[in-house]
């Protein structure tokens, strides 16, 4: 109890203190605006009656990465409890979006709330869910003390903890360890996070290791050969282009990959671009970017129809398309490792048998970026000129990017079962007798 009110207390300051900065981003990028209500737990009032008689299953995953991996765990849960009415959570804008369009319609989306307790309190009374299943770190000391003191079964599903994630929740385990060892069942992905969850204080029999939900939405995340062939008509690629598709690219790096291609085009005509920055808000910023060093891009979103001639640089600024492009690509490049800390997911370029760089920084997929590494699937660069250079030895050796490639799509198909390995844990404990 001690600890909550401190938590409470820190929480509210955190959060006064912070307001400047949500303002700002609201005012200048429309960031944090959608959905402001339901994060204080305020609901329409039709999505309170389409509730109101429901037996709600409430899975919450935090941005587009998270929704991205508990889709085929979704579609499972459908076909299992059909009675039930599933509702899916996001803290993000861009989670939000992309769980709305690769969703299901029957399952509402909406925003988790804000960890005040009065917030959570009033989505609880809303949502009145049988069962709570959270995602990877998702843990919040007043939700679950609310769940807990409502008798609602939690779960903490493809649950992970970072090297910093760590650090920080030892420093908090007087708070964290009583949350984590109420929580049902934990499935971890790794041994090592099985070991950090023991020692932040999940209980040994409810912690079970899984392997990771994101190796399966990979492959099923993959672009048919009609819509390989309606991208590559919409953008004028031929089979003898080289494809450059950079993925979820952050502050600063975009202009060091536009650089980039720029050099090596007059090296190799027929290198084409795509560029996806990770964030919605930045789209006109990278635009731009571009345009003021007066190259050529064209924005995906004004693309119609058929390209008379091939597109040199495209801009993503869609949702849910990046898995699609991919299997455009003759090389990738997965962003926010070349100067950020953490990077992004492989995972979808590496199943499609892509030859995958990334940059320096991958501590949030540190696991995943080593066991790839360990068996020569991928490649990482140091820097931008490192980068280069290995940009212009794979476009000279197509020998190497298959054969890369050929790794990476092995590694991901010997890491599939968590989905179901997950559904059948959950069946075991809530569901015996569906």
């Not at 770190?137 to 994630?165: D, G, H, Y």
């Not at 671009?273 to 635009?287: C, M, Q």
């Amino acid at each position: 109890m001690i600890g909550l009110i401190i938590y409470n207390l820190l929480f509210l300051l955190a959060f006064l203190l912070s307001i400047p900065f949500f303002v700002f981003k609201m005012i200048k990028y429309g960031k944090y605006r959608a959905g402001i209500l339901q994060r204080f737990g305020f609901y329409p009032k039709q999505f309170r009656i389409f509730l109101s008689d429901k037996k709600t299953i409430w899975l919450h995953a935090v941005s587009v990465g998270e929704v991205m991996s508990v889709l085929p765990f979704i579609e499972g849960l459908e076909k299992q409890y059909p009675s039930n009415q599933i509702v899916v959570s996001t803290t993000t804008l861009s989670g939000n979006l992309i769980a709305r369009k690769k969703i299901s319609r029957k399952i509402p989306v909406f925003y988790f709330p804000l960890d005040f307790f009065w917030s959570v309190s009033r989505a609880l009374k809303v949502i009145h869910p049988s069962v709570i299943i959270l995602t990877e770190t998702e843990i919040w000391p007043n939700f679950l003390s609310a769940a807990f003191s409502r008798s609602i079964p939690v779960s903490l599903i493809n649950a992970r903890v970072s090297e910093k994630s760590y650090i920080r929740y030892r420093f908090i385990k007087w708070l964290v360890s009583p949350l984590l060892s109420r929580i049902d069942i934990i499935t971890a992905q790794t041994t090592e996070d099985v070991d950090r969850l023991k020692f932040l204080g999940a209980r040994p029999a409810r912690l079970k290791l899984t392997g990771n939900l994101k190796y399966e939405t990979a492959l099923l995340q993959a672009a048919s050969s009609d819509e390989i062939e309606n991208y590559r008509n919409l953008m004028g690629f031929s089979d003898k282009d080289i494809v450059w598709v950079c993925g979820s690219t952050h502050e600063g790096e975009e202009i060091i990959l536009v650089e980039i291609w720029e050099r090596l085009r007059k090296l190799f005509p027929s290198l084409r671009l795509i560029i996806a920055p990770r964030h919605p808000e930045r789209w006109k910023k990278v635009e731009v970017l571009i345009r003021q060093k007066g190259l050529p891009c064209i924005k995906r979103s004004v693309l119609k129809g058929k390209a008379l001639v091939p597109l040199d640089m495209i801009l993503l600024d869609t949702m849910g398309e990046l898995s699609k492009l991919y299997a455009l690509a003759s090389i990738v490049f997965v962003g926010k490792s070349l100067l950020h800390n953490g990077g992004q997911n492989i995972l979808e370029p590496a199943s499609l048998g892509k030859p995958v760089l990334f940059g320096p920084h991958m501590e949030n997929f540190k696991d995943i970026s080593d066991l790839f590494l360990a068996s020569g699937a991928v490649i990482q660069v140091q820097d931008g000129v490192d980068l280069e250079k290995t940009m212009i030895r794979l476009i000279k050796n197509t020998k190497e990017c298959d054969a890369i490639g050929k790794k990476s799509k092995d590694i991901v198909q010997a890491n599939q079962g968590a989905t179901r390995k997950t559904l059948s844990l959950l069946r075991e404990i809530y569901f015996q007798s569906k």
